[in-house]
């Protein structure tokens, strides 16, 4: 009996709780607990580390904005981006907006590889790989332009002459592409191109009657600026890529020659044209006019590959842009040339500015033949008499590059807050290794000294270059005390490395001594 009934409240128990398996997918999908809502703010979704898989997830496109609450550059943009965001709620609901404050979100800042606030990518189908960067947008409408060419269609179908000079009388500038046939690889890169513009509309057309309306014979790309055309670039497949047709039209968006002041310093660098010739001249000088009409014949053979940039000597507020160049009122008029990737500057070697001699000095550059100009302080006579020993440019590979001695270098600006700061620290750390006779305390003003084979980094950063042939420079990425700095040259001092001291691109330390080629990064201009 008692048998029976342990077998009865046995089934009665199995047949009260079915089996996890006899759960349909909807049943286990409803009783899964559904998560919070991502909280927003003027329609942009907060974002942190803890909900931007959910936001991946539940969105199609994903414009993110990262960026830096004291960042008045941060707080500008988040203006204009959340107007583009209010703008889009109902028209494209697919695409959402977001931003993350990256000052205490160091996971997502380190995944993405964020260098500069704010920075905005665009996620597409939930994706966390290869986002999409959107460089140079800073205003509402072209932050809607850029992603609605992102997600959709980047170039209206013109059919009529009517319809061109509808969208020619839209904006200032516009672009239109005249094409046979709508395949082929000039009109991908056309379509591609439309992508990384969007400060201008882009059309593109294969109607005889709208070709023949503008005297277009052959797949051409026009620039018109206020309805008018001002620059054809013919299209041919395989002759053209997306780089180069962007960096040609963006030049657009600027006049020929574009003085540099607060408001246009910005614009500039949204350009991606990494070469950027400047001309230091007084406006007030009798010969100004001339010197700047050769100045700007010139810009025009070398636009798209060659910014010509004009800073006006006169002009108090452009001071550090001399410091840069190490450029005093017993230079002017003076021109070179400056490389955004490399750093690297060129210095004309003609004394006259002339159309002739800008052309050479340009072409030259094109072509590689240009010589590196790099300036140096004299060496102080009593460079190494102070416990913090001077370097300057001129006795820097010397001091640095020796197999007897490690130096810890400061890298600084004069003018940086946060250098002046860190200075009397370094003066007490170099007194600690005083009678070391292995170790030495060192700093360089790199504001006017050109270092040659050094990857810079922002004002004030630190290198070590150990003794010998095979160690390894080592960036100094501790805390900016007496205590780090001490306890990093303990750690170092105690190392030792078997191979020999290669830099990423497989360079040795002796290669670093003597390649001219400068890679520095200034920050604070």
């Not at 072209?142 to 959709?152: D, H, Y």
């Not at 452009?318 to 009122?329: H, K």
């Not at 030495?440 to 290198?463: C, E, G």
Request: hydrophobic share 40%.
């Amino acid at each position: 009996m008692k048998t029976h009934q342990f077998f009865f409240l046995a089934l009665l128990f199995l047949t009260a709780f079915p089996a996890t398996n006899s759960i349909s997918p909807n049943e286990a999908k409803t009783k899964k607990a559904k998560l919070p809502k991502i909280k927003k703010e003027n329609n942009v979704l907060l974002l942190k580390k803890n909900n931007f898989d959910q936001a991946l997830n539940e969105t199609k496109y994903l414009l993110v904005e990262f960026y830096v609450s004291l960042s008045q550059l941060s707080q500008n943009l988040s203006e204009e981006f959340t107007e583009a965001a209010r703008q889009l709620r109902k028209e494209a609901p697919r695409i959402q907006f977001g931003k993350i404050d990256v000052t205490d979100q160091h996971d997502l800042r380190k995944e993405f590889n964020i260098q500069q606030f704010p920075t905005v990518k665009l996620f597409v189908d939930g994706s966390r790989k290869d986002p999409i960067d959107c460089k140079g947008v800073r205003e509402a409408s072209t932050f809607i332009t850029w992603v609605k060419r992102r997600t959709g269609p980047s170039t209206v179908l013109i059919n009529s002459t009517a319809q061109a000079e509808a969208i020619l009388n839209t904006e200032d500038l516009a672009v239109i592409g005249f094409f046979k046939e709508l395949h082929g690889d000039s009109v991908d890169v056309f379509c591609e191109t439309a992508k990384e513009v969007p400060e201008m509309p882009f059309g593109m057309t294969t109607s005889e009657e709208v070709s023949a309306s503008y005297a277009i014979r052959k797949s051409t790309l026009v620039v018109f600026k206020k309805g008018k055309p001002v620059h054809n670039e013919v299209l041919e497949d395989g002759s053209q890529n997306k780089l180069d047709l962007t960096r040609l039209i963006k030049t657009f968006t600027l006049d020929l020659v574009t003085e540099y002041n607060l408001e246009t310093s910005v614009k500039i660098f949204d350009v991606p044209v990494e070469s950027h010739i400047l001309l230091f001249a007084p406006k007030s000088s009798q010969t100004f006019n001339m010197t700047y009409e050769d100045y700007k014949s010139a810009a025009a053979e070398f636009r798209g590959k060659i910014m010509f940039v004009f800073v006006d000597t006169n002009e108090t507020r452009n001071g550090r842009v001399f410091e840069y160049f190490r450029i005093t009122q017993a230079d002017v008029p003076a021109v070179r040339i400056l490389n955004l990737t490399s750093d690297a500057k060129y210095k004309m070697p003609a004394d006259e500015v002339t159309v002739e001699n800008l052309r050479h000095f340009c072409q030259n550059y094109l072509d590689g033949k240009a010589k590196l100009h790099l300036s140096s302080e004299e060496v102080p006579e009593d460079w190494d008499k102070l416990p913090v020993k001077v370097l300057v440019g001129k006795n820097f590979n010397r001091i640095v590059f020796n197999d007897t001695m490690t130096v810890f270098v400061m890298f600084y600006a004069p003018w940086s807050h946060a250098c002046t700061k860190l200075l009397p620290i370094w003066d007490r750390l170099a007194e600690e290794y005083e009678s070391r006779k292995d170790i030495m305390i060192a700093k360089i003003d790199v504001t006017a000294n050109d270092i040659l084979s050094i990857m810079l980094d922002h004002y004030p950063f630190f290198r070590l270059f150990p003794a010998g042939p095979d160690y390894q420079v080592v960036a100094y990425a501790g805390e900016h005390t007496l205590k780090a700095f001490s306890e990093f040259l303990e750690e170092q001092s105690k190392t030792k490395t078997a191979t020999k001291e290669k830099d990423p691109s497989g360079r040795t330390k002796e290669d670093l001594s003597q390649e001219e080629n400068i890679v520095t990064q200034k920050t604070e201009l």
